[in-house]
């Protein structure tokens, strides 16, 4: 029996090095290490709008918290995270500063966040601005004053999280709070 296990850790050790001398980047070992960009989708205009993965996200039109109008199909050409929020949420509280230091890493990179407020759900008014204030939040941030938004994006669980490539086709759809290295493995696979 020890033979037999002798001998296997040495073709596991022999196939190892094979691997990363002989086929380098082409191995098992890199290959595995890799983060694998989602494919480009071809004539991503002929696909359904829904909200499953592989649909175009449905477009949209709030003022954000500066009075501006923000149009989701206004950001095609980068990619998006697209998140439903509300002030009272904890979970919403506890991926934001994680949002935020992405947003700064990659918005010089075709990136961009959407963090919609779901304003018809706040207590009172003012608290979604004194939540932004309190964290310093720089990304935009549309206002869901009616809940329309909200609804056409049949949100159940707060927060909600959309991944949006940059020809608007969602790749990814996450119920509850995200943390810093899923948030970021999923951005960098957006192409």
């Known amino acids: 029996m020890k033979k037999f296990l002798l001998a296997a850790a040495i073709i596991v050790l022999l196939l190892f090095i094979v691997d990363k001398t002989i086929l380098k980047e082409k191995g098992v070992v890199e290959q595995a290490g890799q983060m694998q960009k989602y494919d480009k989708i071809e004539d991503p205009e002929n696909l359904p709008v829904g909200l499953e993965k592989g649909n175009l996200a449905p477009d949209f039109e709030l003022t954000d918290m500066e009075g501006d109008t923000v149009k989701l199909s206004d950001y095609r050409g980068k990619a998006v995270l697209l998140n439903f929020w509300a002030s009272w949420c904890p979970p919403c509280r506890a991926e934001m500063p994680h949002m935020e230091k992405l947003f700064n890493k990659y918005k010089d990179e075709n990136f961009d966040i959407l963090a919609v407020n779901l304003t018809n759900t706040e207590k009172n008014s003012?608290?979604?601005?004194?939540?932004?204030?309190?964290?310093?939040?720089?990304?935009?941030?549309?206002?869901d004053v009616k809940g329309a938004v909200g609804a056409d994006y049949n949100i159940m669980a707060y927060p909600t999280s959309y991944f949006i490539d940059s020809d608007g086709v969602i790749r990814e759809k996450v119920l509850g709070a995200l943390n810093e290295e899923y948030m970021e493995k999923e951005i960098k696979k957006l192409p």
């Open 126 to 143: 003012g608290d979604a601005e004194k939540f932004v204030k309190e964290l310093g939040l720089t990304f935009s941030i549309p206002m």
